[in-house]
């Protein structure tokens, strides 16, 4: 078998090629093994089309390689062709194991494999830099499996001596060509009219396993050159509009005083499994009380997966449905309309809070793109003396101090209040060590523990202040946070978030059971209550809006409906399926929404 792989170019590219094959393969089942409670079905036949993944993945990443490796050479340059050759087949094989090595890690926080975007962010973030020691510690074993990979993959490489081509052969110009060909036919995944890409996941498993069906050199290969959404034209523009029209008109409530102040918490992966006042399992005892007194969405879900998705989703009602965030994407300078924008035309002013470094994931250059009159950070609050060490300033200091500053804001004002101490590496202060209420199989827990007596404080403090009694207050979850239960990963808990609407005089309405809502209808909402008279732009709608739409979040270019006490609709454009009157119907509204989506982004068409 040696003898025959050191005669037969061939075999002995594929030889060198099987060991890359092997080990996509031993991430996967890293990925499985470390996440196995988000692929509680995940079976052989996944693997199969896993390692169909594999293979275009290999294709595509080592073309340059398999032709170098082809290329008919006099046995002169043969010496040089094999270093090269070395050289090209470690940097792809780092490349493709790096990627699919960070995802192991990172999937638990997203759920979602990595964008090129995205990957870039990550890289170039201040905040990676800062929690980089921590990751290193905590999967210590994922760098040592990493460099154990690389030597296997280097030592097998070598051990499969390179074969030489003999450049006077005829037939090795036409294995050369065929191999190429061959090669770029697997790595486009057929001869069908478009390349394999992100989406054809779904068509061989379910939307839950598909993340682990790829793998993430593949997702970010695919999204280097991404130039954006498509535009769709599912219908004429007055079918469309029938559907479904994002410039809409406030519907003033009149239940609350003109001019009514606004804070806005926004609490970091504050999900439902963890929070409410109807979770006997809750870690957040003194917010449930006051959600139990609010106009209290129970069966809300968050639009998005992360904290850089969420803010322009609950500001700006503008989701994240597409292979990269808003924030990060082109689309960033278009014209669009904002909870601050369109209050500040009302006379309002306006405040970000946010105890991050600044810079932190963009925020606060959004915030000013978004017309927030101040942002108030880590070098604001000037006080490194509660810095945490990872992220920010600690909640139990950062959010009482905001209302210092809402004291010295023009009135009426709007304030954003993002909360951080929630997300990863899950640090307590240690007078708090004691107090917090904590589970050995979410570390998160203590810190939603945490950050509620960090409310509390905030909220006590809050109700002493004269402009208290005049102030709404919103409560939402920017997403659901990682969990290592079981009986927590299922579609429905991945993105079910508590949002409620709070005022002092108890006269907002009590919400019925089992009724929707999403991040994206705060801002119509809000609207509506503060008796705002105007016409605006998103792609939700008003809670007091007879017309209901579809809520809908995005995954690998899959849009799903949740509908309360229902499965979730799953919908795009290669399923071939014989759906019910009333599925049909709710499709159309969803591709409506998401025609209007990719063609007003596109066209930078996001104001009235």
Same mark, same amino acid.
């Given at each position: ?5 050191? $005669? ?568 071939? $399926? ?31």
């Amino acid at each position: 078998m040696k003898s025959l792989f050191q $005669k037969n170019t061939i075999l002995n590219l594929l030889a060198k090629l099987s060991i890359v094959l092997f080990f996509l393969e031993v991430y996967r089942i890293l990925l499985l093994l470390t996440n196995s409670r988000s692929f509680p079905n995940f079976g052989f036949f996944e693997h199969i089309v896993g390692i169909w993944f594999d293979i275009i993945t290999v294709a595509l990443y080592y073309l340059p390689f398999i032709a170098l490796t082809l290329l008919p050479l006099p046995r002169a340059v043969e010496k040089i062709r094999s270093i090269v050759l070395l050289i090209v087949f470690s940097l792809t094989s780092f490349l493709v194991y790096v990627f699919n090595a960070m995802d192991v890690a990172y999937f638990a926080y997203v759920n979602k494999r990595s964008s090129y975007n995205y990957l870039i962010h990550i890289l170039t973030n201040e905040d990676t830099t800062a929690l980089a020691g921590d990751f290193f510690i905590e999967f210590w074993w994922l760098v040592v499996l990493f460099v154990l990979s690389m030597i296997a993959t280097i030592f097998g490489y070598l051990k499969i001596k390179t074969v030489a081509v003999d450049f006077k052969k005829i037939k090795n110009y036409f294995v050369l060509l065929l191999s190429v060909y061959v090669t770029v036919i697997i790595g486009r995944g057929g001869y069908q009219l478009k390349p394999v890409n992100i989406i054809d996941s779904t068509n061989y498993s379910s939307i839950e396993n598909a993340p682990a069906v790829l793998n993430s050199a593949f997702t970010i290969l695919k999204t280097f050159d991404y130039e954006g959404v498509e535009k769709k034209e599912y219908f004429t523009e007055s079918e469309l509009n029938s559907y479904f029209n994002p410039i809409q008109v406030t519907r003033p409530q009149h239940i609350l005083n003109d001019s009514t102040n606004v804070v806005f918490v926004l609490f970091e992966s504050f999900g439902s499994m963890y929070v409410g006042p109807n979770n006997p399992e809750s870690y957040s005892p003194y917010l449930d009380s006051i959600l139990a007194q609010s106009m209290y969405f129970e069966e809300a879900i968050a639009n998005c997966r992360t904290s850089m998705d969420a803010i322009p989703t609950v500001v700006s009602s503008i989701p994240t449905w597409m292979n990269e965030s808003f924030i990060l994407s082109s689309y960033s300078s278009n014209q669009f309309q904002s909870i601050p924008s369109i209050l500040k035309d009302k006379g309002y002013s306006s405040a970000f809070y946010h105890g991050c470094t600044n810079g932190s994931m963009r925020f606060d250059a959004f915030a000013s793109a978004a017309g927030f009159d101040d942002y108030f950070g880590r070098t604001e609050y000037n006080n490194e003396k509660h810095f945490d060490g990872n992220w920010g300033i600690w909640d139990h200091h950062f959010m009482p101090w905001t209302l210092d500053q809402m004291d010295e804001a023009k009135k009426p004002f709007f304030s954003l209040i993002f909360t951080l101490s929630s997300h990863h590496p899950y640090t307590i202060p240690k007078e708090f060590s004691d107090k917090v209420k904590r589970n050995p199989k979410d570390p998160i827990c203590g810190t939603i523990s945490y950050v509620d007596l960090a409310f509390k404080a905030f909220w006590e403090k809050a109700q002493t202040k004269k402009w208290f009694k005049n102030t709404i207050f919103i409560f939402c979850a920017d997403h659901v946070g990682p969990t290592k239960r079981n009986d927590r990963v299922s579609l429905n808990h991945s993105y079910r978030i508590p949002i409620a609407f709070y005022h002092p005089s108890g006269k907002l309405p009590q919400i019925p059971k089992n009724t929707g809502f999403q991040q994206i209808d705060i801002l119509p909402t809000l609207l509506d209550l503060l008796n705002v008279k105007t016409k605006y732009y998103a792609f939700g709608t008003s809670y007091f809006n007879p017309r209901k739409q579809p809520k809908i979040v995005y995954s690998q270019e899959n849009l799903i409906c949740f509908r309360p006490e229902e499965e979730p609709l799953i919908w795009n454009d290669c399923i071939q $399926k014989k759906w019910n009157k009333e599925d049909q119907l709710v499709i159309r509204q969803m591709k409506a929404i998401y025609q209007h989506y990719t063609t007003d982004l596109i066209e930078n068409r996001m104001v009235p």
